[in-house]
């Protein structure tokens, strides 16, 4: 389970937590002036990085040895819907286990005061889990993501299609039929 409680000190208001706040703010100032400039060219930054972490498994470094710049950054690219969804693609075998880790980072990571940036990184979570067969897991994170915004419609389908019990061969091929789209749009 991914605690993001803010009752940790180190998370609220000690140096760890301010450094973390500290570049958050860089990376959503960057966030900002690069897409200013260039919004596609951002998201293919940002998607570039995702496969260089987990892609066939990623780089290997684990992710806990992530710059705080690169993890400040993933956790500002996530609160894009399209970025989220390109990152729900990551479910192959080979790169499960290394995204559940990663979201599970992530969402550690994030501001404490701003419990709605957990959001979609609790729902990354929690999908993963449900590919995983952690349906248990999967309800939990997922029930923290709409605890934190109710109408978050992606962590809503989610529990719905858990709580139901219906399987997720579905879902996961139409996010592999997206993957194999978005990289064809490459070619």
């Given at each position: 389970?991914?605690?993001i409680s803010s009752h940790d000190p180190d998370r609220a208001d000690g140096p760890v937590a301010a450094g973390r706040r500290l570049a958050l703010d860089r990376a959503s100032q960057l966030w900002n002036e690069r897409t200013a400039d260039d919004p596609r060219a951002e998201d293919e930054r940002f998607i570039a990085l995702l496969d260089s972490l987990l892609a066939d498994g990623g780089d290997g470094a684990p992710v806990t040895d992530l710059d705080p710049s690169v993890v400040a950054d993933l956790i500002t690219g996530?609160?894009?819907?399209?970025?989220?969804?390109?990152?729900?693609?990551?479910?192959?075998?080979?790169?499960?286990?290394?995204?559940?880790?990663?979201?599970?980072?992530?969402a550690r990571h994030r501001d404490p005061a701003d419990l709605q940036s957990a959001v979609p990184l609790l729902t990354l979570a929690g999908y993963t889990a449900l590919v995983a067969g952690e349906r248990p897991v999967a309800a939990a994170l997922l029930g923290q993501a709409r605890a934190a915004d109710p109408d978050y419609l992606l962590a809503e389908l989610l529990a719905e299609l858990v709580a139901t019990g219906a399987p997720v061969d579905r879902l996961i091929a139409d996010c592999e039929a997206e993957r194999a789209a978005r990289l064809a749009r490459r070619t």
């Open positions: 389970m991914i605690d996530l609160q894009q819907r399209r970025l989220r969804d390109t990152a729900a693609e990551y479910i192959r075998p080979s790169e499960l286990d290394r995204a559940r880790a990663l979201w599970a980072l992530l």
